[in-house]
């Protein structure tokens, strides 16, 4: 991928925004992991076109099994680039430059298109209710009506744009132009989904609120769009779930507040029907919509809709009373209830519904952990933290909640959808720290219209509008509904009933606000509101400059600091994947970690073992087993699996660094990998000084990533052999000794084609049969069509997630009594066992105070660990005698716990079982409690 710039992009006012100062420092260069396989794609999309690209199986990427991407992929981002290239740029700009731009392009859109989300939810006829009002008329069984959810009087100030909604739409379009939780992945050069499909979500939800707008008689046809745009979505990311669902609960919601209407269910029916219909088309899609438990709900909710219309035409039809309506209600929901219970039970046993993935599943566990280590693995999917948010939104943390307790004041159908989209963000960004993604629409659309609804009420209060507000032209709606009232007065709403005590207050404030001392109240309070406001986005835009240049890094290229202060620029990654494409042949394969696949694919054109697809957990177990395990056990999976390997190195976040989550992997899997350890805390560094634990230091990776480096560290030379080296040591490349020739040709004649011929997944070779059969294939916990369940497994590596201190002693412990096992079978060592003096007990046993190990020593005791106290007596006498602040010590907790084999244990070290603790109780009070 050259850098070439053209007139076009040169000449473009992009090229000064926050979005665009990756590519004025680095130039049109695609960063980070994922974007690689976007562009790889992009580029077999522009040059077979879509008949090729839907049908293709590449054998380049998880070796030997290959993926088949066309039908695997959400393919709307590759679309849109090569419909760019085709129709609007042509020759004039090069494919490599369109996906470098589209991030800020798309960016930009969706900034306009928050504005627009902030500008409907603001309009006076879509905010002139409450919440507390709506809910008491739901809760009564009366329904508010259109005319009641409208706001009385507005100011046209620009253009005809309505006042406050136009100030919102600015200062939303603002804080989304800006705020780093969007700048994230709208930096040029970051091709990544996320960036087209934030701008798809922004347009589905715009034309979903702009369907609900009051007062207009066809605009439930924008649910159509609202579908297009939600296929789109669809077609560009994964996420498309939570669009789907989102839409499916305001949709719940409205009815819940006595929202339902004609024009509400023909909205959100026309939305669903065509955006499922057309989603089903997407071939990574397919029936998902109609079977994935977590796309059903919304299902359910289209359902809900027509039972609901039909029983409210019913109900019109035949001039119910609200008690006749609700038992018709009962009767059809309850026949649907069974009919769909029948359904259920007919279908599940056949596999019909799909499980709920891990990751989905991890935002609704009461940890901050899925079960799955390979999730588990990605620092995107930990939680979010205070400071994560601060980061990511900054003023926006405190200007939303005031957007957000303003819109309860300003409700309607429209707005209600920010009230739950609120809710919804932050519950999900709050489990997940990259989806603060998320929350950026929202977060920008309620900071919108805080600063905007603020701004507009301090114009008004300075250019003296306030006190004549011009009343709003009513519509022949309006006038038919006011015309029915007068005739009805005494069947006012009763959301005006229920807000009369607030009302007579307002009245009374305004009153007082519009006497010549009030308005010279009002009128420094704006002044002062404006200046602090003023004063807050010059900080805010200084922050957002300064964290844009940060996140316009492109991990590929790193930049540096020679020892005489020059800087300069590592490109260590780039130059290290031109060699493997220069310096090897076109089938050479490269073992390296998952994380780099799509770059060594998109730049080396290279076949890789795995990459950041993470399709088959069991593979990237074997990889991880390969690279975790011993150097024989690595080299004889990797001689039939590679030719070279390609190693991270240089600190930082290094192989070494990242390898005790590779060991975790493994072992999900091959569970003779770390025996006895479900989290291999044996593996990994046993000091800050970066000393590796046994375990690690016999490793692969360990021996190849050190090679030379450390003391005494040096690959064997019948087996690898170092080829290259970068520049700045962040990357080596090992050729693999003794390659298995039969292996390899052995997987190239043995891949099975289906009848299409194209479908041809590749199958492990024969010299890999010992070690697959140790396999055990991990069971998700959310993947209930399987029949084996692992649920010891899931037991232990939770607990050891919880106490990772006690894992990592037992895992040392258990690391040491295998190699005393070892060393009692040699006859010639004999080894004494260890003791201690009657002074060493004294001295342990008069020192009360609340340790590590006495906690850990707490947690052994209470979970009756007998196996791992014994082995820490063996090794460590001492513990026995250890007591917490509060004078207590094991024997205490084991007779507190009952646990007899524990207190024998104890006995046997010669602990006593009658000295008091600081309450002046002994261990057998505490049993007689």
Same mark, same amino acid.
């Given at each position: 991928?050259?850098?070439?710039?053209?007139?076009?992009?040169?000449?473009s006012?992009?090229s000064d925004?926050l979005?665009n100062?990756?590519?004025?420092?680095y130039?049109?260069?695609?960063?980070?992991?994922?974007?690689?396989?976007?562009?790889?794609?992009?580029?077999?999309?522009?040059?077979?076109?879509?008949?090729?690209?839907?049908?293709?199986?590449?054998?380049?990427?998880?070796?030997?099994?290959?993926?088949?991407v066309?039908?695997?992929?959400?393919?709307g981002?590759?679309?849109?680039?090569?419909?760019?290239?085709?129709?609007?740029?042509?020759?004039?700009?090069?494919?490599?430059?369109?996906?470098?731009?589209?991030?800020?392009?798309f960016?930009?859109?969706?900034?306009?298109?928050?504005?627009?989300?902030?500008?409907?939810?603001?309009?006076?006829?879509?905010?002139?209710?409450?919440?507390?009002?709506?809910?008491?008329?739901?809760?009564?069984?009366?329904?508010?009506?259109?005319?009641?959810?409208?706001?009385?009087?507005?100011?046209?100030?620009?253009?005809?744009?309505e006042?406050?909604?136009?100030?919102?739409?600015?200062?939303?379009?603002?804080f989304?132009?800006?705020?780093?939780?969007?700048?994230?992945?709208?930096?040029?050069?970051?091709?990544?989904?996320?960036?087209?499909?934030?701008?798809?979500?922004?347009l589905?939800?715009y034309?979903?609120?702009?369907?609900?707008?009051?007062?207009?008689?066809?605009?439930?046809?924008?649910?159509?769009?609202?579908?297009?745009?939600?296929?789109?979505?669809?077609?560009?990311?994964?996420?498309?779930?939570?669009?789907?669902?989102?839409?499916?609960?305001?949709?719940?919601?409205?009815?819940?507040?006595?929202?339902?209407?004609?024009?509400?269910?023909?909205?959100?029916?026309?939305?669903?029907?065509?955006?499922?219909?057309?989603?089903?088309?997407?071939?990574?899609?397919?029936?998902?919509?109609?079977?994935?438990?977590?796309?059903?709900?919304a299902?359910?909710?289209?359902?809900?809709?027509?039972?609901?219309?039909?029983?409210?035409?019913?109900?019109?039809?035949?001039?119910?009373?609200?008690?006749?309506?609700?038992?018709f209600?009962?009767?059809?929901?309850?026949?649907?209830?069974?009919?769909?219970?029948?359904?259920?039970?007919?279908?599940?046993?056949k596999?019909?519904?799909g499980?709920?993935?891990?990751r989905?599943?991890?935002?609704?566990?009461?940890?901050?952990?899925?079960?799955?280590?390979?999730?588990?693995?990605?620092?995107?999917?930990?939680?979010?933290?205070?400071?994560?948010?601060?980061?990511?939104?900054?003023?926006?943390?405190?200007?939303?909640?005031?957007?957000?307790?303003?819109?309860?004041?300003?409700?309607?159908?429209s707005?209600?959808?920010?009230?739950?989209?609120?809710?919804?963000?932050?519950?999900?960004?709050?489990?997940?720290?990259r989806?603060?993604?998320?929350?950026?629409?929202?977060?920008?659309?309620?900071?919108?219209?805080?600063?905007?609804?603020?701004?507009?009420?301090?114009?008004?209060?300075?250019l003296?509008?306030?006190?004549?507000?011009?009343?709003?032209k009513?519509t022949?709606?309006?006038?038919?509904?006011?015309?029915?009232?007068?005739?009805?007065?005494?069947?006012?709403?009763?959301?005006?009933?229920?807000?009369?005590?607030?009302?007579?207050?307002?009245?009374?404030?305004?009153?007082?606000?519009?006497?010549?001392?009030?308005?010279?109240?009002?009128?420094?309070?704006?002044?002062?509101?404006?200046?602090?406001?003023?004063?807050?986005?010059?900080?805010?835009?200084?922050?957002?400059?300064?964290?844009?240049?940060?996140?316009?890094?492109?991990?590929?290229?790193?930049?540096?600091?020679?020892?005489?202060?020059?800087?300069?620029?590592?490109?260590?990654?780039r130059?290290?994947?031109?060699?493997?494409?220069?310096?090897?042949?076109?089938?050479?394969?490269?073992?390296?970690?998952?994380?780099?696949?799509?770059?060594?694919?998109?730049?080396?054109?290279?076949?890789?073992?795995?990459?950041?697809? @993470?399709?088959?957990?069991?593979?990237?177990?074997?990889?991880?087993?390969?690279? @975790?395990g011993?150097?024989?056990?690595?080299?004889?999976?990797?001689?039939?699996?590679?030719?070279?390997?390609?190693?991270?190195?240089?600190?930082?976040?290094?192989?070494?660094?990242?390898?005790p989550?590779?060991?975790?992997?493994?072992?999900?899997?091959?569970?003779?990998?770390?025996?006895?350890?479900? @989290?291999?805390?044996?593996?990994?560094f046993?000091?800050?000084?970066?000393?590796?634990?046994?375990?690690?230091?016999?490793?692969?990776?360990?021996?190849?990533?050190?090679?030379?480096?450390?003391?005494?560290?040096?690959?064997?030379?019948t087996?690898?052999?170092?080829?290259y080296?970068?520049?700045?040591g962040?990357v080596?490349?090992?050729?693999?000794?003794?390659?298995?020739?039969?292996?390899?040709?052995?997987?190239?004649?043995?891949?099975?084609?289906?009848?299409?011929?194209?479908?041809?997944?590749?199958?492990?070779?024969?010299?890999?049969?010992?070690?697959l059969?140790?396999?055990?294939?991990?069971?998700?916990?959310?993947?209930?069509?399987?029949?084996?369940?692992?649920?010891?497994?899931?037991?232990?590596?939770?607990?050891?997630?919880?106490?990772?201190?006690?894992?990592?002693?037992?895992?040392?412990?258990?690391?040491?009594?295998?190699?005393?096992?070892?060393?009692?079978?040699?006859?010639?060592? @004999?080894?004494?066992?260890?003791?201690?003096?009657?002074?060493?007990?004294?001295?342990?046993?008069?020192?009360?105070?609340?340790?590590?190990?006495?906690?850990?020593?707490?947690?052994?005791?209470?979970t009756?660990?007998?196996?791992?106290?014994?082995?820490?007596?063996?090794?460590?006498?001492?513990a026995?005698?250890?007591?917490?602040?509060?004078?207590?010590?094991?024997?205490?907790?084991?007779?507190?716990?009952?646990?007899?084999?524990?207190?024998?244990?104890?006995?046997?070290?010669?602990?006593?079982?009658?000295?008091?603790?600081?309450?002046?109780?002994?261990?057998?009070?505490?049993?007689?409690?």
């Amino acid at each position: 991928m050259e850098k070439k710039k053209s007139s076009a992009t040169s000449s473009s006012g992009a090229s000064d925004s926050l979005v665009n100062l990756a590519i004025q420092e680095y130039g049109p260069v695609i960063h980070e992991f994922d974007p690689y396989f976007n562009w790889r794609a992009t580029q077999y999309l522009y040059e077979n076109g879509y008949k090729k690209f839907f049908t293709w199986f590449d054998h380049k990427v998880w070796y030997p099994l290959g993926r088949p991407v066309g039908t695997t992929i959400y393919p709307g981002m590759q679309f849109t680039a090569v419909f760019l290239k085709n129709y609007v740029f042509g020759e004039s700009m090069t494919l490599n430059d369109i996906c470098c731009y589209i991030p800020a392009w798309f960016g930009v859109m969706a900034t306009i298109l928050v504005g627009c989300i902030a500008y409907e939810t603001s309009l006076s006829v879509n905010s002139g209710g409450t919440l507390i009002g709506v809910a008491v008329d739901a809760l009564k069984g009366k329904y508010t009506k259109s005319n009641d959810m409208t706001s009385k009087s507005v100011t046209k100030r620009f253009f005809g744009f309505e006042s406050p909604a136009v100030e919102c739409a600015v200062f939303a379009m603002g804080f989304m132009g800006v705020v780093p939780a969007h700048l994230m992945r709208s930096v040029g050069g970051g091709y990544d989904n996320e960036s087209v499909a934030v701008t798809a979500m922004s347009l589905t939800f715009y034309l979903w609120l702009r369907s609900l707008r009051n007062g207009e008689k066809y605009n439930y046809l924008f649910g159509i769009l609202a579908g297009l745009a939600y296929f789109y979505m669809a077609a560009a990311w994964g996420g498309y779930i939570f669009v789907l669902n989102m839409i499916g609960a305001h949709a719940a919601f409205l009815v819940l507040m006595g929202r339902f209407s004609t024009n509400v269910y023909l909205s959100y029916t026309l939305f669903y029907a065509v955006g499922t219909v057309l989603a089903i088309q997407i071939p990574v899609v397919g029936w998902s919509p109609l079977k994935s438990l977590e796309q059903l709900p919304a299902c359910a909710v289209f359902v809900g809709y027509q039972l609901l219309y039909y029983c409210e035409g019913m109900r019109k039809k035949n001039k119910w009373g609200r008690k006749e309506a609700w038992k018709f209600r009962i009767q059809v929901f309850g026949a649907a209830a069974v009919l769909g219970t029948m359904f259920i039970m007919a279908v599940t046993p056949k596999g019909y519904f799909g499980p709920i993935s891990s990751r989905v599943r991890g935002l609704f566990v009461p940890h901050t952990k899925t079960g799955n280590p390979l999730v588990d693995s990605v620092a995107e999917h930990q939680a979010a933290s205070q400071q994560a948010y601060w980061q990511y939104l900054h003023m926006l943390c405190f200007m939303a909640p005031v957007g957000f307790f303003l819109i309860l004041f300003r409700f309607g159908d429209s707005s209600c959808f920010l009230f739950v989209y609120a809710v919804a963000a932050y519950f999900f960004s709050h489990k997940m720290v990259r989806l603060i993604l998320l929350a950026a629409p929202i977060s920008s659309s309620l900071g919108g219209i805080a600063v905007g609804r603020i701004v507009s009420w301090s114009t008004s209060v300075l250019l003296g509008e306030g006190d004549q507000p011009v009343e709003k032209k009513e519509t022949k709606s309006e006038i038919k509904s006011k015309s029915e009232g007068k005739k009805k007065r005494k069947a006012s709403s009763s959301s005006d009933e229920s807000m009369a005590g607030f009302k007579a207050i307002r009245d009374g404030f305004n009153q007082a606000s519009n006497s010549y001392e009030g308005k010279i109240v009002k009128s420094i309070a704006a002044v002062v509101m404006c200046v602090s406001l003023y004063m807050q986005a010059t900080t805010f835009s200084t922050y957002a400059w300064r964290i844009s240049a940060s996140l316009s890094n492109p991990s590929i290229i790193l930049k540096g600091q020679t020892r005489d202060g020059n800087i300069i620029k590592v490109d260590d990654y780039r130059e290290a994947y031109w060699w493997l494409r220069d310096n090897t042949p076109e089938d050479a394969r490269i073992m390296a970690w998952w994380d780099y696949g799509y770059q060594i694919t998109g730049i080396a054109n290279r076949t890789t073992i795995a990459d950041g697809n @993470t399709w088959n957990h069991e593979h990237i177990a074997l990889l991880g087993k390969a690279l @975790t395990g011993s150097v024989e056990e690595g080299y004889q999976i990797a001689r039939h699996l590679a030719d070279y390997v390609l190693i991270w190195g240089g600190g930082g976040g290094d192989d070494l660094a990242k390898s005790p989550h590779l060991a975790r992997i493994a072992n999900s899997v091959y569970r003779d990998h770390c025996p006895g350890d479900v @989290t291999c805390r044996a593996f990994g560094f046993v000091d800050r000084q970066g000393t590796p634990s046994p375990m690690m230091e016999r490793s692969f990776l360990f021996n190849l990533h050190s090679h030379k480096l450390r003391p005494g560290v040096e690959a064997d030379p019948t087996k690898f052999q170092e080829v290259y080296r970068t520049k700045y040591g962040k990357v080596r490349i090992f050729k693999i000794i003794g390659v298995s020739r039969q292996s390899k040709n052995w997987v190239e004649e043995n891949r099975k084609c289906d009848a299409g011929g194209w479908f041809c997944p590749g199958n492990y070779p024969p010299g890999l049969k010992e070690i697959l059969e140790k396999k055990k294939d991990f069971a998700q916990l959310e993947d209930f069509n399987r029949g084996t369940k692992d649920d010891d497994y899931q037991k232990e590596y939770f607990e050891n997630l919880n106490n990772p201190e006690l894992a990592k002693k037992r895992a040392r412990m258990n690391e040491k009594h295998e190699e005393e096992m070892k060393a009692a079978q040699k006859p010639a060592e @004999t080894k004494e066992k260890k003791t201690l003096s009657d002074e060493e007990k004294i001295e342990i046993y008069s020192t009360w105070e609340d340790t590590a190990d006495t906690t850990l020593m707490w947690q052994i005791v209470t979970t009756n660990a007998v196996d791992d106290l014994k082995r820490w007596l063996d090794q460590d006498p001492g513990a026995a005698w250890l007591r917490s602040a509060d004078g207590r010590g094991p024997m205490w907790w084991a007779f507190e716990s009952k646990n007899q084999d524990i207190v024998s244990t104890l006995m046997m070290a010669g602990v006593p079982h009658t000295d008091k603790d600081k309450n002046g109780l002994s261990p057998v009070d505490l049993l007689k409690e």
